[in-house]
């Protein structure tokens, strides 16, 4: 059996290769690699997680000196040069281990890598430097890239991506903003830390599908207070175009028409599937919504399979990876004609919002979704500002709410809008796939002492299950 992974450096592609190269020279006959990546490293290492987090703790450092009002004096500025270099160097690191873990798995008899494009000439034909490859299945993973919305004028002006922003030594003093999930909620925050003036455009009430309505209202309330980031909700882009001093947004608000002027525009609207080297329209492949199956098999072609961002499931590094694993399962399985595993995981997002001082997190079911299900639920919420240990140490942001089965005890779920809430999903994240039973948690001193806002939401819900 032969096996191709086309994007074999990032991370759903990596997981896939590692997951197959146990069985070469037994199951599998033939592994080939390929990625094009320069200078390859795949997405979270290059424009997405890591660079991110870099530049946000920049962000949070000064975030925090400049709100702490027991501190005198102005407040430091952010050096872009010494940050962009800096997320350069320890990018390039981390890139090269991912690199050289592809390249030592080449290594091995019946593994092969390319270092070019891969592109599809028929089912299962596919054509990389020059050469012609049939292989038995094929794996797609190549990743996703900036979504650029349809808006009128938008190929007469400039403007910044994500990836954009990660590499800028110098930005405007001004900018308007369009698109306000995850990554807007993390990238304005270290935007206005960085000096620009912000005008965010939210096309709801409040910012965050996925949360309680009262989560979106406390980070809204927190752009606006905290970082001064005029917040326009319920307002829809219309056009845009280009002035002597920049772009012009024009939109729309309950029907009232208004411009916003601004030197700069970011766009942080999504992204998209990376398919367009890939020759698809050759081959019996339609991506569209449900054009992957939960085994990450294609419903075009059970001898294609797709992983990670590109098959526009969920766009989250972890998922990547475990999607990578469970298709090099599959293949083997496939092969044998063995049923294939179908991929399912607890919801487990975390977004570094609040310049990652305030991150969201959410594991598991909120209250409605649970509802959905069919669950009877009870609910606990605490407020950081009223928790001691959160005053004290200038966190008073934020709120966490804990979702319960009534009749059972078993832990559905959390959210959480506060200092260290991306920490504590992981411990929630246990509680919830282990299914465990609220009064059976301990109810204990922690040091240090933050996480006791976990053992209020236990003892709340305890007490109304009981």
């Not at 270092?115 to 299945?137: K, S």
């Not at 990554?183 to 960085?194: K, N, P, S």
Request: include cysteine; aromatic fraction near 6%.
């Amino acid at each position: 059996m032969h096996v191709m992974i086309i994007g074999a450096y990032g991370s759903a592609g990596s997981a896939a290769a590692e997951g197959l190269a146990d069985h070469v020279g037994g199951a599998v006959d033939r592994l080939t690699l390929v990625d094009d990546g320069e200078p390859g490293g795949g997405l979270c290492i290059l424009n997405g997680c890591m660079p991110s987090k870099e530049v946000l703790s920049a962000a949070a450092h000064r975030f925090q000196a400049r709100a702490d009002d027991r501190l005198d004096g102005e407040p430091p500025t952010i050096d872009l040069d010494r940050v962009v270099d800096r997320k350069n160097e320890h990018v390039e690191r981390f890139a090269a281990h991912r690199r050289g873990a592809i390249h030592e798995l080449s290594e091995q008899e019946g593994i092969g890598f390319i270092h070019d494009t891969a592109r599809f000439a028929d089912n299962r034909i596919v054509e990389v430097d020059g050469e012609r490859y049939e292989p038995d299945y094929v794996v797609i993973a190549t990743g996703s890239s900036p979504k650029i919305p349809e808006l009128p004028g938008i190929g007469e002006v400039d403007y910044y991506t994500s990836k954009d922003v990660l590499d800028a030594t110098e930005l405007p003093d001004s900018g308007v903003v369009m698109g306000f999930g995850y990554i807007g909620l993390e990238l304005v925050a270290y935007l206005a830390e960085a000096g620009v003036d912000l005008t965010v455009v939210e096309h709801d009430a409040r910012p965050i599908d996925e949360a309680d309505p009262a989560f979106g209202d406390e980070l809204v309330e927190l752009y606006r207070e905290a970082f001064d980031i005029e917040i326009l909700t319920n307002t829809w882009e219309r056009r845009l175009e280009a002035t002597d001093k920049g772009v012009r947004l024009h939109v729309e608000a309950a029907g009232d028409n208004r411009t916003v002027d601004a030197e700069g525009l970011f766009l942080f609207t999504g992204r998209q599937p990376s398919l367009d080297r890939l020759g698809i329209a050759n081959t019996s492949l339609r991506p569209r919504e449900g054009w992957v199956d939960a085994t990450m098999c294609a419903v075009d072609d059970e001898r294609v399979f797709v992983v990670g961002d590109v098959n526009g499931k969920e766009p989250i590094l972890h998922v990547a990876k475990e999607q990578g694993y469970v298709a090099a399962d599959n293949i083997i399985a496939a092969d044998v004609g063995e049923r294939l595993e179908r991929y399912s995981n607890v919801h487990h997002h975390v977004i570094f919002s609040g310049a990652s001082v305030y991150p969201f997190a959410r594991v598991g079911h909120t209250p409605e979704s649970a509802e959905a299900a069919g669950f009877d639920v009870v609910t606990a919420t605490r407020w950081a500002a009223d928790d001691g240990v959160f005053k004290v140490k200038d966190l008073a942001h934020g709120l966490a709410r804990l979702t319960v089965d009534a009749e059972t005890g078993t832990v559905l779920g959390y959210q959480g809008l506060h200092a260290h809430a991306d920490s504590m999903a992981k411990t929630l994240q246990v509680i919830v796939e282990l299914e465990l039973d609220v009064r059976e948690l301990p109810d204990r001193a922690y040091h240090p002492t933050l996480p006791e806002i976990l053992d209020g939401l236990f003892r709340e819900t305890a007490g109304q299950v009981d």
